[in-house]
């Protein structure tokens, strides 16, 4: 049995875990993250060029977040929360309010208000996925009611009536928003699906090692 660290909860990091089970590899599969939950707070890009971004298999009721055909974009959040969900049901024993405050020799000490509170978490193969390189490139966003979406910035439809939209800080818009948010990242209209292959190629190359190391797992 392999035991797997994943440290993290970004949305990279929570379908890395999901592509390790994936993978038929006999494993302890464990996740670690300082937030009191996943998903659910804080809102980065949702732009969608298909639904699903990832095996449907990876997530769990959505209600009325879940994109329809006419949809271009998801509630980040919101996804993010159904793919933890499903992988905590998955099996993957998910650390909340945890913080990993040193890795070496095979163990991961964590210091928190999760079940263990504190002590060591043994790995054979870990993935520190908590600072990923988002770019450099500061965006602003808003979410309207989708008949008052302006027309600037990089956009995308979401299945309850409104409209997300991205531009760079410099055009400084006025609009009708709902909420307001900043990113900082390459581009939005790419940045989910960059984030889940991310995690899954990320996921994959773990897998790899494993195999290569044991090749009877």
């Known amino acids: 049995m392999t035991d797997i660290v994943i440290l993290g909860d970004s949305i ?3 379908c890395a875990a999901h592509t ?29 060029t298909s639904w699903p971004p990832c095996p449907s298999h990876w997530l769990s ?10 949809s271009s974009a998801v509630r980040r959040s919101w996804l993010e929360k159904s793919l933890a969900t499903q992988l905590s049901k998955r099996g993957c024993r998910i650390h909340l ?9 095979n163990r991961v000490t964590i210091v ?32 309207c009611l989708t008949e008052y979406a302006p027309e ?12 997300e939209v991205w531009w760079k800080n410099k055009e400084n818009p006025t609009g009708f ?15 989910l699906i960059d984030d889940v292959r991310e995690g899954a190629k990320l996921a994959d190359l773990t897998v790899d090692t494993i195999i290569q190391t044991n090749p009877s797992q």
């Open 12 to 14: 990279s990091a929570i």
């Open 20 to 48: 390790i089970i994936d993978s038929d590899t006999k494993y302890n599969l464990h996740l670690v993250s300082e937030k009191a939950e996943l998903g659910l707070s804080g809102e980065a890009p949702g732009i969608l």
């Open 61 to 70: 009721e959505m209600g009325s977040q879940k994109p329809n055909e006419e």
């Open 97 to 105: 309010r945890t913080r990993a405050v040193s890795y070496k020799d």
């Open 112 to 143: 928190g208000a999760g079940p263990l509170s504190s002590g060591n978490i043994h790995y054979d193969e870990l993935l520190d996925l908590r600072d990923p390189d988002l770019g450099e490139i500061e965006w602003s966003g808003g979410v």
């Open 152 to 163: 600037f910035g990089k956009q995308g439809n979401r299945s309850d009536g409104t409209t």
């Open 177 to 191: 928003w709902i909420q307001q948010m900043n990113w900082v990242g390459d581009d939005p209209s790419t940045s």
